[in-house]
């Protein structure tokens, strides 16, 4: 049972998702939250993953630390995705399991699901055929966080948790041309084309591709939701269970950041997969759902992008 002075350590608590579930903890009264930058505590390293547990004695663990990035850097660093994010899992997990953490978090990503799995996408559909060959090192890492905290469920019969998130947005995303998601590229490339006397907008691809996007904050009060809730297994997806074409997504972000030059899809680039829709009804009987609209949540990443423009995070890769 969850206190409001719990210890509830937050690995990756700067990042996008990680600052989110801080912030929603401290409006929600939790008074004992940790955290750790990496040039504090490297959890790549098992050594000093052990010492800081020793030292702070979490009860709580939520694991939103990784080395993210698109499909560029998954092909240029492939070693780096597999074994980094292996390393910093297993060092949490592990260090959670023997310090006796009652409760632990993994938060991984839709990239787990085979490439060609049944729309929407079921938890059960994990492990059913080939992984998209783009990301497959980065899925390959996330899988197996999923499958250790299934085992120390199984083995141990302790509250260890994977939650799969949609594609997330929100504040403090990546707004670097080279390395952002689709959404907050468009937000910056929407502004930036306003601002040079509204020039037209060159997208990659036809548009017609369908993508579902989640708020940050609605993540973040997922993972509040499964904290103070006891759930029956191991593995949940997390979205709206909504999507939208490209295409469209595009004309609601032209509209709300106030560009009104042309549109041109540059359908020589890659449009990536169809569809991918996660299949939220199994997180929905468990009495969660999103609640942030596309249109309200664009809305406050925009303000936040204008608000935050002269100090961006720096993405290395
Ligand atoms: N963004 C999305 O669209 C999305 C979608 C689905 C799932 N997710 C999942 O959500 C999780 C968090 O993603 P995010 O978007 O919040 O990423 P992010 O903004 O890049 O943050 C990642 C965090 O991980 C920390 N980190 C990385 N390597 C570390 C190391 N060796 N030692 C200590 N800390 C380290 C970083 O700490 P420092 O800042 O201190 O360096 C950073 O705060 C990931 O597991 C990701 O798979 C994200």
Redesign the pocket.
């Known amino acids: 049972m969850l206190r409001k002075d719990t210890k509830i350590y937050i690995?990756?608590?700067?990042?996008?998702?990680?600052?989110a579930v801080w912030r929603a903890l401290e409006n929600k009264g939790y008074t004992q939250l940790i955290g750790?930058?990496?040039?504090e505590?490297?959890?790549?390293s098992q050594q000093q993953v052990s010492d800081f547990f020793k030292t702070s004695s979490p009860e709580v663990v939520i694991?939103?630390?990784?080395?993210?990035g698109g499909i560029l850097a998954n092909n240029n660093y492939p070693y780096h995705f597999l074994m980094?994010?292996m390393?910093?899992q297993n060092n949490l997990i592990d260090s959670s399991l023997q310090s006796g953490v009652e409760k632990f978090i993994f938060?991984?990503?839709?990239c787990i699901y085979p490439k060609l799995a049944p729309q929407p996408l079921k938890e059960e559909y994990l492990l059913t055929s080939s992984l998209e060959e783009t990301n497959e090192w980065?899925a390959l890492a996330?899988i197996s966080g999923v499958k250790a905290c299934e085992a120390i469920r199984k083995q141990y019969g302790k509250d260890f948790i994977s939650l799969?998130?949609?594609?997330?947005?929100g504040s403090?995303?990546?707004f670097d041309l080279e390395t952002s998601?689709v959404l907050p590229a468009m937000i910056r490339k929407f502004h930036e084309a306003k601002s040079r006397n509204h020039e037209p907008v060159t997208l990659w691809g036809t548009g017609k591709p369908m993508r579902e996007f989640l708020h940050?904050n609605d993540?973040a009060d997922a993972v509040i939701f499964a904290l103070e809730n006891e759930f029956r297994d191991n593995l949940y997806n997390v979205g709206t269970g909504e999507d939208l074409t490209i295409k469209e997504l595009a004309r609601m972000i032209q509209r709300i950041v106030g560009h009104e030059g042309e549109i041109v899809w540059d359908s020589t680039k890659p449009d990536g997969t169809p569809r991918k829709l996660m299949d939220v009804s199994k997180m929905a009987d468990a009495g969660w759902k999103a609640s942030i609209s596309l249109e309200a949540g664009v809305r406050r990443t925009y303000e936040w992008f204008l608000e935050n423009i002269n100090h961006f995070?720096q993405?290395k890769l």
Do not use: C, F, W
């Open positions: 690995a990756g608590h700067r990042g996008m998702v990680g600052s750790k930058g990496s040039g505590v490297d959890l790549k694991d939103a630390a990784a080395r993210v980094e994010n390393q910093i938060l991984g990503s839709s980065y996330k799969m998130p949609t594609n997330l947005y403090h995303d990546n998601h940050v993540m995070k993405v």
